[in-house]
């Protein structure tokens, strides 16, 4: 069993300063504090060298312990994920433990992510990285979500569709990469248990929305999905939401 390994890591990214946050969860099994090293390297998720120079900082895992740490690196004018093309980017990141004063990697973990926005202006019009976009959708993806292959949701595209909204029966990784892959907007309907779902699977580049279908709810339910995903639309109903990184509900 491995002393230490990452337990969960969190992409955020900025188009306006092309900031890439992690906010990587170091679970630490042994008894005593560890003396660790975390790296953080961006590609093209199509491979090849790293896009920018890889950043490494030491930390100090504690005892029995599961701790966050945060890991910032930026990429100057980054290419913007869009439907037209959905550009995406690989973080790799690195735990490196002293191992008999032998310093090794412990465990690392890969994350497809995008630089993109999506959010609503005050009269409710969705902006897709700061420009007025217009979206078509296809509706009510239930468990026959598991059956959309790659060239339905492409064929779909080619029909005009840019966004499928997606009950939370209907959600698989396999859907949500295909959709990362080919430049589909998905928004999710993830109801009041929600906590699981957007842990699992906040880091899609091609989910710009949560959405809660109800007719009123207070601000203490958009604080709680705050602390899961900072980054993202939440839409209560067609007047009601929250744009990223706002702690409250907003109107058109």
């Known amino acids: 069993m491995k ?3 990452i337990k969960d890591v969190t992409v955020i990214t900025d188009i306006s300063t092309g900031f890439i946050k992690a906010l990587v969860c170091v679970e630490n099994c042994d008894s005593n504090d560890l003396e660790c090293e975390l790296g953080i390297s961006v590609y093209h998720a199509s491979g090849g060298e790293p896009v920018i120079e890889p950043f490494s900082m030491d930390i100090r895992s504690r005892e029995e312990s599961t701790e966050t740490f945060e890991l910032l690196t930026a990429i100057y004018f980054p290419k913007l994920w869009t439907p037209a093309e959905p550009f995406l ?8 433990a002293d191992n008999l004063g032998i310093s090794e990697i412990s465990d690392r973990m890969e994350i497809r992510t995008a630089f993109r926005e999506f959010t609503r202006d005050e009269e409710g019009i969705f902006q897709l990285n700061g420009r007025k976009y217009l979206v078509n959708p296809m509706k009510g993806i239930s468990r026959s979500g598991d059956d959309l292959t790659r060239d339905r949701l492409v064929s779909a595209k080619e029909e005009g569709f840019n966004m499928i909204l997606c009950e939370s029966s209907g959600v698989s990784v396999e859907l949500l990469e295909m959709c990362d892959d080919i430049g589909m907007l998905a928004r999710i309907d993830c109801g009041w248990a929600f906590d699981d779902m957007i842990t699992n699977l906040r880091n899609h580049p ?3 929305a949560w959405n809660l279908s109800m007719e009123k709810c207070g601000d203490e339910v958009i604080h709680a999905m705050r602390k899961l995903d900072v980054a993202r639309l939440v839409i209560l109903n067609e007047n009601t939401f929250s744009n990223p990184y706002m702690n409250r509900w907003q109107n058109v």
Do not use: F, M
């Not at 980017?89 to 490196?96: A, C, T």
């Open 3 to 5: 002393k230490t390994s």
């Open 89 to 96: 980017y690989r973080v790799e990141i690195d735990l490196k």
């Open 206 to 208: 091609s989910i710009v």
